[in-house]
């Protein structure tokens, strides 16, 4: 099991009720789902500088048959 942490945090009232309203998740869901989506743009945003600087050297041909 995840350690968990109690946090308290003010936030808009009207800005909370519309993350549960859309979300239909509680306030504790809808508040680990947004934390989720943030950590999860970071991730995307440092994926997105090695764009163009990967390269890869694959055959297709050679992938397809390892299926059979």
Do not use: N
Not at 37 to 52: F, N
């Amino acid at each position: 099991m995840m350690e968990m942490k109690k946090i308290t945090a003010h936030v808009p009232a009207d800005l909370l009720e519309s993350a549960t309203r859309s979300s239909g998740l509680g306030v504790t869901e809808a508040v680990r789902e947004g934390l989720r989506l943030l950590a999860r743009k970071q991730a995307y945003e440092e994926l997105r500088k090695l764009r163009g600087k990967i390269h890869f050297d694959i055959d297709l041909k050679e992938l397809r048959k390892d299926r059979r």
